[in-house]
C-alpha cells in the first residue's frame, strides 16, 4: 500500500510563500495521477491542483497563477510551490494520488495564512 507523508505547512502573513512536499513511498511514476486538495474549517475538501502520468496539469480557478504542481521521479515527492498566500487559502492541505484501483490521500499538512 503507498503510503503518502505531507510536509512544509505553516503560518504565513498574506502575500507569502510556501512550498509543500509529498514524498511517497513508491515510485511515481506508477500513479496515473497526482493531486493536491483543501479543506477548510466547516467547508468541503476541494480540487487544488492535479497532474496527470503524461503531463497534463490543471489548476482550480483560485489557485491559477498562483500555485504550481511539480513532481520530483528521483525524489519521488510531489510538490506544490505557493506564491501570494491570501488568508482564504488558510487550510489542511491534502495530497492524493490514483496507483491503479487505489485511491490513496496523505494525512495533511496545516497552512495558516494571517490577514
Known amino acids: 500500500q503507498v503510503r503518502l507523508v505531507e510536509t512544509g505547512g505553516g503560518f504565513v502573513q498574506t502575500g507569502g510563500s510556501l512550498r509543500l512536499s509529498c514524498a511517497a513511498s513508491?515510485?511515481?511514476?506508477?500513479?496515473?495521477?497526482m493531486y493536491w486538495y483543501r479543506q477548510a474549517p466547516g467547508k468541503q475538501r476541494e480540487h487544488v491542483a492535479g497532474?496527470?502520468?503524461?503531463?497534463?496539469?490543471g489548476y482550480s480557478d483560485s489557485a491559477k497563477g498562483r500555485f504550481t504542481i511539480s513532481a520530483d521521479r528521483v525524489q519521488n515527492t510531489i510538490h506544490l510551490q505557493m506564491n501570494n498566500l491570501r488568508p482564504e487559502d488558510t487550510a489542511v492541505y491534502f495530497c492524493?494520488?490514483?496507483?491503479?484501483?487505489?485511491?490513496?490521500w496523505g494525512q495533511g499538512t496545516q497552512v495558516t495564512v494571517s490577514s
Open positions: 497532474l496527470t502520468r503524461s503531463g497534463t496539469v
Open positions: 492524493h494520488v490514483l496507483s491503479g484501483p487505489n485511491k490513496v
Open positions: 513508491s515510485s511515481i511514476d506508477d500513479f496515473e495521477a
